[in-house]
């Protein structure tokens, strides 16, 4: 497997709103179920990745996925139908996408949802390679290749030309998103009381920090092959997701605050992808070295 990503991003960023017209961009569904919500390219977490993030003070970057109980075992709450096991809701837990000021395939810069840890700038992951890379962002496009799937490079080349995929040899590799999974990257919530009127919040993206704290602890409180969950360390992580103060989450906010009022007072509305260094890097992200030193990264 070999990817050329310079100035791409495709896998980081929401560019469902910028592609050309007649390029199908729908691939969030796992097997027969739709997410809830309507991020793009969400990257789902193992509880030890959560844990991680928390460990790092990094809780207010993380947010959970539920999905649409259309076919198969569900349970409704707040008036929708999600999907469940054992009559408990299930959920991944992924990376929050702001609105950052990027310029993906040569295009002017706009604001797309992009994931927290990627640098507009550059385009690069400011997590790459260390203790917090996401594994599913590590092996990526290898799973899709594994099981002879569309790839977001592909989609790229589709839709801007250029060469994306240059080896499309996914290796020896067993998919992440196994039935197994269940309480190690697939979670289940164990008490649907707690989680009413946030379901209807994550629906419609105006999740709270509550809200995600309630489903970032309880993954982070569990165990692999088991849908019960530790009391002790659920209330634990939500003390830990809740009282997160990171880069990430005042970056988020200021992005989402800028987004909102980008063109309203008359100024350009094409706001330069260097306020990264504004709004992430003069709070402490990390930096990313460019495409002069490393021709490989995303
Ligand atoms: S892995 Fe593919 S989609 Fe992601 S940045 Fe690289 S080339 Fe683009
Ligand atoms: S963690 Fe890094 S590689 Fe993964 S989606 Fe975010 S920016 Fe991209």
Request: aromatic fraction near 6%; hydrophobic fraction near 35%; include cysteine.
């Amino acid at each position: 497997m070999e990817v050329n990503c310079e100035g791409c991003a495709g896998c980081c960023i929401d560019w469902r709103s910028v592609a050309p017209e007649g390029v199908s961009l729908d691939h969030e569904r796992r097997g027969p179920y739709r997410p809830l919500d309507d991020t793009y390219n969400l990257v789902p977490l193992s509880g030890d990745e959560v844990r991680a993030f928390l460990r790092a003070g990094l809780g207010d970057a993380l947010t959970p996925r539920l999905w649409r109980g259309e076919r198969g075992p569900s349970v409704a709450v707040d008036g929708r139908s999600l999907a469940a096991i054992d009559g408990r809701p299930v959920f991944f837990v992924g990376l929050r996408k702001p609105p950052k000021p990027v310029a993906p395939f040569g295009l002017d810069p706009t604001w797309l949802p992009t994931c927290a840890f990627l640098d507009p700038e550059t385009l690069q992951c400011r997590v790459h390679g260390d203790d917090l890379y996401p594994d599913a962002c590590e092996r990526y496009p290898g799973d899709n290749l594994a099981l002879d799937a569309d790839t977001e490079c592909e989609r790229v080349e589709r839709a801007f030309g250029g060469e994306r995929l240059l080896d499309d040899d996914p290796g020896d590799l067993t998919p992440l998103l196994a039935p197994s999974a269940v309480g190690g990257r697939l979670f289940a919530h164990p008490d649907r009381s707690r989680i009413e009127g946030r379901v209807a919040r994550l629906a419609d993206g105006e999740a709270t920090r509550e809200d995600r704290a309630e489903f970032v602890a309880v993954a982070a409180a569990a165990a692999p092959g088991r849908l019960d969950v530790d009391t002790e360390r659920y209330e634990r992580a939500r003390e830990t997701v809740l009282g997160a103060d990171s880069w990430v989450g005042a970056a988020i906010e200021e992005w989402t605050e800028r987004a909102s009022g980008a063109g309203a007072d008359g100024t350009s509305d094409l706001p330069p992808p260097s306020l990264g260094v504004v709004v992430e890097a003069s709070r402490g992200a990390p930096e990313t070295p460019g495409w002069d030193e490393n021709q490989d990264e995303s």
